[in-house]
């Protein structure tokens, strides 16, 4: 089956493969986010992913010349250079990003790694969700990973609430993390600040739904930590004005067609969860609803909405109702509070 991929699409990733250490070019780690971004979560172990070349040319802006003679490449990075993970106790995983590839008329084929579906979907613990849209035009893979640290960073302390947050965090916790080679030092004119900070800075500001800025924490002489603060864009956040706030109308269309049959369940209350149909008609985690009781769910997400910036947040990131208010009590809480409410599960 060739999948489509959009902008729009989600990427996910576990806290470990998060902290990851591996070694791949720019477009082989857009292209394999660009892949899993489209893995879902019933996907059999095995099934093979197509996507069209002008498919892929047209997300990332570039002609299918210029995609095709790179194509090629990237797949075998894919292939060659593993991901390597540390675990507690001195155990440690290893695998490709790709099983196989397979390249004809047009279509490129791949077959996922059946290590790396548990650490894309299915997720059970603590992981990061971002647009795809978000890294297509970043350059480089330091800028890649830097803004996936710098998200997840923000969503750990606390920044889809709090908006702006500060941490602070070493010079040399950045560098393992990245990756980055002992010859990048921090303040040469090819160094860390000048090749990823201050290009960041720049280049998230223009692409991204975050910024950030640094302030530069010296041990004598050196600059040992930085002291990071990351918010929201605002030119993002303009971009992502609420429309489907403004009518009951308007929620009911934005939700169907978020939602409608990709198994994610938008809302829940008194012990049951609900997604979309194919009709476009709610179904619980028991049963399908008739129009009237669709109408009344409808009914209730639309007051979440209105009061819950936590609801909010759940439906504009596409996430699972269910899986983000269990995997987070605390995010459950204010959820709780902001509706003065205990009547969801």
């Known amino acids: 089956m060739i999948i489509e991929p959009k902008k729009g699409n989600y990427v996910t990733k576990s806290e470990k493969l998060l902290s990851a250490r591996y070694e791949l070019g720019e ?9 899993y971004s489209n893995v879902k979560r019933g996907d ?32 075998k990075e894919l292939l ?3 991901v390597y993970i ?15 590839a397979e390249y004809k008329d047009g279509v490129i084929s791949f077959t996922i790694s059946k290590r790396l579906k548990p650490l894309i979907i299915d997720l059970q613990e603590k992981f990061l969700k971002y647009k795809l849209e978000n890294i297509l035009n970043l350059r480089g893979v330091y800028l890649i990973r830097f803004y996936e640290i710098l998200k997840d960073w923000w969503g750990e302390k606390g920044g889809r609430n709090k908006g702006k947050v500060e941490l602070v965090k070493s010079v040399a916790e950045l560098r393992e993390l990245l990756n ?13 600040k000048k090749r990823i900070l201050e290009r960041a800075k720049k280049e998230f500001a223009e692409h991204t739904d975050i910024i950030f800025d640094f302030e530069e924490i010296k041990a004598g002489r050196k600059v040992s930590h930085l002291r990071i603060t990351i918010e929201p864009n605002p030119k993002k956040l303009k971009e992502q004005e609420k429309e489907y706030l403004k009518s009951f109308k308007h929620f009911v269309s934005f ?22 149909n194919k009709q476009g008609l709610v179904y619980s985690n028991k049963r399908d609803l008739d ?7 409808f009914k209730q997400a639309y007051k979440y909405a209105k009061n819950s910036a936590v ?11 269910q899986d983000d208010l269990e995997a987070d009590p605390n995010l459950f809480q204010i959820f709780k509070e902001e509706l003065k409410t205990d009547e969801t599960t």
């Open 27 to 35: 477009l082989a780690l857009k292209l394999v986010s660009i892949i």
């Open 180 to 192: 980055i080679p002992l010859s990048y030092k921090y303040g040469n004119s090819s160094g860390i």
């Open 86 to 100: 540390e675990n507690n106790d001195d155990n440690w995983l290893m695998f490709n990003w790709i099983s196989d």
């Open 44 to 75: 059999e172990l095995g099934k093979d992913y197509q996507l069209r070349i002008t498919d892929i040319a047209k997300l990332m802006g570039k002609s299918y010349g210029e995609i095709y003679n790179e194509m090629k490449m990237a797949t």
């Open 311 to 321: 609801y909010q947040s759940i439906l504009e990131d596409s996430l699972d109702f």
């Open 255 to 276: 939700v169907r067609n978020k939602y409608k049959a990709n198994m994610k369940y938008f809302m829940g209350w008194n012990g049951l969860y609900f997604g979309i």
């Open 80 to 82: 060659e250079n593993p």
């Open 291 to 297: 129009p009237q009781e669709s109408e009344k769910v």
